[in-house]
């Protein structure tokens, strides 16, 4: 619903989550804006923004109103304010955009005529949005880049990408009461992924970067505005009634609804969701390659692989660092191999024998000055036919062409692709089904990858591939946690980094029970850091799709175990809990779980 | 043709060396030593040129050798022999074993990783053969192939050694071998660089780094390009 009052110069604007009420008297402010599920008046009488120009600041009280049109069409209303400052010649068109069922998207945008002929630098705030609340005291803050920080100060959520920032998912502002129940989530929709200064008009990147209250406070985004009224600014805006949960739900929908993830459902590929424990042996080393022999000692490396629960996969790399003493490419490398090609197929046909897949790798950057990608992607499919392995390796290679998965299908069905980074973009996600999390922090706890919950069919094994003694009790801690598969990589392209015998069977009893509960782990709607009531407790829910059952998986990153009430279930109709996972005790008592949780420990707990 | 260049040992004068190697390092580390350690260097003969691909056809004439497994053996060759223009070029296409063989035979060997810097820095401790500055036009680099050893009389180090920076890596008798794995050190640099910042370091490299190649067998440890140059010890 949308109401324009001219003689008050007020927009009442209504769905089912919001209502916000829009004064353009003097500028332009927000009187109001209330979430509907409670009795709240929040965000009252809220600048809506600041302008700093040439050294001087301007809220919109320093434009005047030129026009305000309202109207709608089937699906949505909208509210258009225009302003003006003649002495800056700037124009601002600010729109009230109401999808008529739970979102509001507010759009502000500036066209710049140049007062001196010439482009000034521009900066943006938005106190409205520096102030945002629920209820302005107790409220709860999830920042877009990453609310949850651990007791070091280091962010629990890690994006995509660790050291760059163009990928999709960039989640949302979420503001909750203390139940985390009533609140907003406010997403940034981002067009651009250039960080850099005035490099784009559409600057909501920079927004997304927030990840404290004193960030939020004090944003300051720089405009690259021209004479056009493109986008620079946007927030999009809704109602929760069920807090973190639902925002973090509602983003996956909203993201997801862009993408086709039907090659997920291929039958062909899922042999990968069945897969646990992948290892990634380096050939120039002992612990695959027989110096005597020289071949692929198949029998070591599996009875190797027994203590970690067995290998479901094997990685074979016979290429970097050693590629680049002379000209020989990747391809010569497989030709060169002792034994060539056919001894290749006959080490593929071994692992087959005890039900292992193979994946061959691929890199992309090694490339003859002859070749193509088209004659690349022959090379792969050739790669694939002749040895009979089951996957590629995709390295560094975050996106794929398109005929590389064609040429691929053509070889035979089921060969699936990974690689070492997540893919970014749209049509990488949808067709590369797999890759590592791979990440350099080697203390990694507390801490989550936003894609593992995100996209949970894409199934990324956990892997920082330099964990020494103590970290890679952090690693293990990390894939269990999140409910990941995991990557064994103790040759590290000649280092030699092993696992403890503890720490092997540890990973072994974490296969056992990621393989029994693997409907609930690999779950398309999985909650990362579900609210929890103790202090430095973080919990991920996984729910089997049919909602037969839920687990916790609980981490206790403090000194001292954790004990008592710590969280309340999201299914109340839930009667029984066990631990399935690490050494604990649990009780449920109503909707409320009970639990004991040693320090610096996972804990997995189901619930039926 | 009918010039080949002959093989001639020069005099390495004995000194105390302070043997440092630094290098860039790639992913898997170099497990060795790398100094600085004060040692005791020359007192021997070395080739004067890098054993060429005339020199290697002599020693497999004079000598019937066969490697145990021929992949990747002389692969450049043509029916067991060089190509007449190629004759003084280094010979490549060698393993490590074959290198040695050949050395053998002929009572010498191959000089150790740290021998061959003091071969190629020389008492004043050179940074390349020539001088403390790179001069591209001393040696083969960033060429299209291989050069005769003697092509740079300019770019020999102070002991009168052709061809220690560039054109062909030289290959030394070191095995590392760490339990895990087992690799030799290459030396000097060469013509050629690969692409890409992943790709191993060819080019001109300095006389105090060297590249570590992991031995795997056959064909895998025969490049082409890559030679050797021998050491005799003094009687």
Redesign the interface.
């Known amino acids: 619903m949308i109401s324009h009052d001219q003689n008050a110069r007020t927009i009442l604007i209504q769905n089912q989550t919001l209502s916000a009420v829009i004064n353009y008297s003097c500028g332009v402010t927000i009187d109001e804006l209330n979430n509907r599920f409670g009795s709240i008046k929040s965000n009252c009488h809220r600048e809506l923004l600041n302008l700093e120009l040439c050294g001087r600041q301007y809220t919109s009280a320093d434009f005047s109103v030129k026009s305000v049109i309202t109207g709608s069409d089937k699906t949505r209303e909208l509210a258009t304010i225009l302003l003006q400052n003649k002495t800056l010649d700037l124009d601002l068109r600010i729109h009230f955009l109401n999808n008529k069922k739970d979102t509001l998207n507010i759009i502000i945008q500036v066209a710049d005529y140049y007062k001196d002929g010439l482009p000034h630098k521009m900066f943006f705030h938005s106190p409205f949005l520096a102030d945002f609340e629920l209820n302005g005291k107790d409220d709860s803050y999830y920042y877009p880049d990453c609310f949850v920080k651990s007791r070091s100060g280091k962010k629990v959520i890690r994006p995509v990408r660790e050291s760059i920032a163009a990928y999709d998912i960039k989640l949302p502002l979420v503001v909750c009461d203390s139940e985390n129940k009533i609140g907003f989530s406010l997403r940034f929709p981002s067009l651009s992924d250039l960080l850099d200064e005035g490099s784009t008009q559409n600057r909501n990147i920079m927004l997304t970067k927030i990840s404290s209250g004193e960030e939020l406070k004090n944003h300051r985004v720089p405009l690259a505005a021209d004479n056009t009224f493109n986008d620079s600014i946007e927030f999009e805006i809704t109602g929760l009634h069920n807090g973190w949960a639902e925002a973090f739900e509602r983003y996956r929908e909203i993201w997801s609804s862009n993408y086709d993830f039907s090659e997920y459902k291929k039958e062909d590929l899922r042999w990968f969701n069945n897969c646990a424990v992948h290892n990634f042996t380096?050939?120039?080393?002992?612990?695959s390659?027989n110096?005597d022999s020289?071949a692929v000692d198949v029998g070591k490396l599996l009875e190797s692989g027994k203590e970690f629960g067995g290998y479901d996969t094997v990685t074979v790399w016979?290429q970097?660092?050693?590629?680049?003493?002379?000209?020989?490419n990747q391809w010569d490398?497989h030709?060169?191999?002792?034994?060539?090609r056919e001894a290749l197929k006959k080490m593929v046909d071994e692992f087959h024998k005890e039900n292992v897949f193979v994946f061959l790798p691929y890199?992309p950057?090694?490339h003859g000055?002859d070749e193509s990608t088209n004659t690349m992607g022959d090379n792969l499919a050739e790669l694939i036919k002749e040895t009979g392995a089951d996957g590629c390796q995709l390295d560094t290679m975050e996106s794929i062409p398109e005929s590389f998965r064609k040429k691929l299908n053509k070889v035979r069905p089921g060969i699936v692709l990974t690689a070492q980074k997540h893919p970014m973009k749209k049509r990488p996600l949808e067709i590369i089904t797999t890759s590592w999390d791979e990440f350099w922090d080697t203390e990694c706890m507390p801490q989550i990858d936003v894609l593992r919950f995100i996209l949970p069919c894409h199934i990324a094994p956990a892997l920082s591939r330099w964990c020494r003694t103590e970290d890679k009790k952090l690693l293990i801690n990390y894939a269990v946690f999140s409910a990941e598969p995991i990557v064994i990589w103790q040759?590290?392209?000649?280092?030699?980094m092993p696992y403890s015998a503890e720490q092997k069977a540890k990973i072994k009893t974490w296969k056992s029970v990621y393989l029994n509960n693997k409907y609930a782990y690999q779950c398309l709607s999985p909650i990362p850091l579900y609210p929890v009531r103790a202090k430095d407790l973080y919990c991920n829910v996984f729910r089997a799709d049919d909602g037969s059952q839920e687990i916790y998986s609980l981490y206790n990153d403090g000194d001292n175990d954790v004990e008592g009430d710590i969280l309340t279930l999201l299914d109340s109709t839930k009667r029984s809990a066990s631990i399935i996972f690490g050494n604990s005790r649990v009780e449920l008592k109503g909707e409320k779980l009970f639990a004991t949780i040693p320090a610096k420990e996972v804990v997995h707990i189901s619930v039926r | 043709m009918g010039k080949y260049i002959e093989r001639q040992l020069v005099f390495i004068e004995k000194s105390t060396y302070i043997y440092r190697v630094v290098h860039r390092i790639?992913?898997?580390?170099c497990?060795m030593d790398h100094g600085p350690l004060l040692i005791e260097a020359g007192g021997f003969y070395a080739d004067k040129y890098p054993v060429t691909n005339k020199m290697f056809y002599d020693f497999i004439r004079e000598s019937g050798y066969k490697p145990k497994?021929s992949?990747?053996y002389l692969r450049h060759w043509e029916n067991g022999i060089f190509k007449e223009a190629d004759a003084n070029l280094p010979v490549v296409n060698v393993s490590l074993e074959d290198a040695k063989y050949y050395a053998t035979f002929y009572g010498m060997k191959l000089p150790s990783d740290r021998q061959w810097q003091y071969m190629a820095a020389g008492p004043l401790n050179l940074k390349y053969p020539w001088g403390n500055e790179p001069d591209y036009k001393k040696c083969n680099v960033y060429s299209d192939g291989l050069t005769p050893v003697d092509a740079y009389s300019e770019g020999a180090s102070p002991f009168g050694l052709y061809d220690m920076c560039a054109n062909a890596?030289e290959m030394v008798d070191d095995i590392i071998d760490?339990?895990?794995?087992?690799?030799t050190l290459?030396r000097g640099g060469?013509y050629?660089?690969?692409?890409?910042?992943?790709?191993?370091?060819?080019g001109a490299l300095p006389n105090n780094s060297h590249?570590?190649?992991?031995?795997?067998?056959?064909?895998?440890d025969r490049?082409?390009?890559?030679g050797f140059r021998c050491i005799k010890e003094a009687e």
């Open positions: 380096f050939l120039y080393g002992r612990e390659f110096f020289k016979n970097y660092p050693r590629l680049g003493v002379d000209q020989r490398f030709d060169d191999f002792p034994g060539g890199l950057w090694d000055d040759d590290v392209f000649g280092r030699w | 790639m992913e898997g580390d497990q497994n992949d990747g890596w760490d339990g895990w794995h087992r690799f290459l060469c050629y660089k690969g692409n890409n910042y992943w790709h191993a370091e060819g590249l570590k190649m992991h031995l795997l067998g056959n064909a895998m490049n082409n390009t890559v």
